[in-house]
């Protein structure tokens, strides 16, 4: 929740989608919060290799992910679930752990770790 009230303001009200990954030490302290990707209205095509990279780069323990959705609908897409797949199995691989993959839009936000997505 904490990292909601972070990035919420950031990202809310955007009118194209932005990826934020934001790398955290073993004690889940911030080391850094980057912008991964920036896309379309409807579309951002982070890479899996490259946040995984900066993770090992930045020693971080473990990340959260965050991108808005700019129409306010929360649900994620079948890409935003595969992704998310993805980001925790190439983490495992690493020993980087995937704690989140927050979506916003709007007021609103949804959580892969809170609906059982991770």
Same mark, same amino acid.
Request: net charge negative.
């Given at each position: 929740?904490?990292?909601? &009230?972070? /990035?919420?303001?950031? #990202? $809310?009200?955007?009118?194209?989608?932005?990826?934020?990954?934001?790398?955290?030490?073993?004690?889940? $302290? @911030?080391?850094?919060?980057?912008?991964?990707?920036?896309?379309?209205?409807?579309?951002?095509?982070?890479?899996?290799?490259? #946040?995984?990279?900066?993770?090992?780069?930045?020693? !971080? !323990?473990? @990340?959260?992910? !965050?991108?808005? %959705?700019?129409?306010?609908?929360?649900?994620?897409?079948?890409?935003?679930?595969?992704?998310?797949?993805? /980001?925790?199995? !190439?983490?495992?691989?690493?020993?980087?752990?995937?704690? &989140? %993959?927050? @979506?916003?839009? =709007? =007021?609103?936000?949804?959580?892969?770790?809170?609906?059982?997505?991770?």
């Amino acid at each position: 929740k904490d990292i909601v &009230d972070i /990035l919420m303001p950031q #990202i $809310r009200d955007l009118k194209t989608e932005v990826f934020k990954v934001v790398y955290l030490d073993s004690n889940n $302290r @911030i080391i850094d919060i980057v912008d991964a990707a920036t896309g379309t209205v409807n579309r951002a095509m982070p890479i899996v290799r490259e #946040i995984i990279h900066s993770a090992l780069q930045k020693f !971080a !323990a473990s @990340i959260i992910c !965050a991108h808005n %959705h700019p129409s306010g609908n929360i649900t994620p897409s079948v890409e935003d679930k595969k992704f998310t797949k993805e /980001l925790s199995d !190439a983490g495992k691989l690493m020993e980087v752990k995937l704690v &989140d %993959h927050i @979506i916003i839009g =709007g =007021g609103n936000y949804y959580s892969f770790a809170d609906e059982g997505g991770l």
